[in-house]
Antibody, heavy 118, light 106 residues
């Protein structure tokens, strides 16, 4: 069974950085791009970017460019999302997700809540 | 960037109603469109991909149609488990979600 298991909830102060992990199982890590999606309270889903675990290539959404870093560690089958210069606007649930059949996201992690508060 | 606009933002309906949600793309995306269902505290769930292909395990009361810039998600007979927020997503050029449609109990 394909699974994406994310790290636990985080609380950070404004201006700091958060790192979230997404550990995969049930498939070959390098077979699919790993995407990250943000959902802020009361807001919709927002695509943040992707990393290709095969070669580490990344594509970032313009909104997050310069603040987000996506990486993939093939030795541990784990993807990471770093988000820096946090503000209260970054308080949200963050999901990792993969497209295994088309480019739609059919497998999702359980989500990680990040709270930014002074 | 391709913008996705859903309507309505909120929809109130009875169990058993036929429900239709519309999604419009700012430019043609062919059939590169997906629909997701999201419930509070849970990850989004893929319902439809390629505009009209039903994801495995999704009830047949869900259907999708459209191509180019206009798409619809239809629930033929709303069930209690269907009250949730629905999002469209284009994946023709990068990835963009609509703003969501909340389906509420009337």
């Amino acid at each position: 069974e394909v699974q994406l298991v994310q790290s636990g909830a985080e609380v950070r102060k404004p201006g700091t950085t958060v790192k979230i992990s997404c550990k995969i199982s049930g498939y070959t890590f390098t077979d699919y791009y790993m995407h990250w999606v943000q959902q802020a309270p009361g807001k919709g889903l927002e695509w943040m970017g992707l990393v290709d675990p095969e070669d580490g290539k990344t594509i970032y959404a313009e909104k997050f460019q310069g603040r987000v870093t996506l990486t993939a560690d093939t030795s541990t089958d784990t993807a990471y999302m770093d988000l820096s210069s946090l503000t209260s606007e970054d308080t949200a649930v963050y999901y990792c997700a993969i497209p295994t059949m088309t480019d739609a996201f059919d497998i999702w992690g359980q989500g990680t809540m990040v709270t930014v508060s002074s | 960037d391709i913008q996705m606009t859903q309507s309505p933002s909120t929809l109130s309906a009875f169990v058993g109603d036929r429900v239709t949600i519309t999604c419009r793309a700012s430019q043609s995306i062919s059939r590169s469109l997906a629909w997701y269902q999201r419930k509070p505290g849970k990850a989004p769930k893929l319902l439809i991909y390629k505009a009209s292909s039903l994801e495995s395990g999704v009830p047949s009361r869900f259907s999708g149609s459209g191509s180019g810039t206009e798409f619809t998600l239809t629930i033929s007979s709303l069930q209690p488990d269907d009250f949730a927020t629905y999002y469209c997503q284009q994946y023709s050029s990068s990835w963009t979600f609509g703003q969501g449609t909340k389906v509420e109990i009337k």
